[in-house]
């Protein structure tokens, strides 16, 4: 029987404050808003959880070239981002022309059981608008 997460007041704390944004932050700019709240806690106990939240599928990562960033994640499906470059909108996509194309590849090198992530990095409209 797989160990049961503790849910303490801390990892509400995190939860809550992910839920309410709606970029993907680092773990360094979310212990910031919270302790900008009032929330006391490290930033170690920030890094853990957010890596237990990703594990259980509370929190969709995104890894950049220098830090990983987490952002709450509304559906239990498999999905793709949407992510704009400039203001960090993220828009969840469900791409089954992504997932043909994955299974395709996977399947031409003799692959199986294969998992993947894909991220589309792009400038939304309201971005686009305002460098106009």
């Known amino acids: 029987m797989p160990a049961r997460t503790r849910n303490t007041a801390q990892r509400q704390a ?18 910031e808003e919270l302790a900008r709240g009032g929330t006391k806690i490290g930033l170690a106990t920030v890094y853990r959880t957010l890596q237990t939240l990703a594990s259980d599928g509370t929190v969709d990562t995104l890894r ?6 987490y952002r709450y994640c509304g559906t239990d499906s498999h999905h ?22 994955a299974n395709q ?7 199986v059981d294969v998992e ?13 608008a305002n460098r106009s």
């Open 14 to 31: 995190i939860s809550k404050r992910l839920e309410e944004l709606s970029v993907f932050v680092s773990a360094q700019r979310l212990h």
């Open 105 to 111: 590849i996977a399947s031409e090198a003799g692959f």
């Open 64 to 69: 950049t070239d220098s830090e990983i960033l």
């Open 80 to 101: 793709h981002h949407l992510v704009c470059r400039l203001c960090g909108k993220t828009v969840e996509v469900a791409g089954s022309q992504i997932e043909a194309w």
């Open 116 to 128: 993947h992530t894909v991220e589309l990095m792009g400038t939304c409209a309201s971005c686009a």
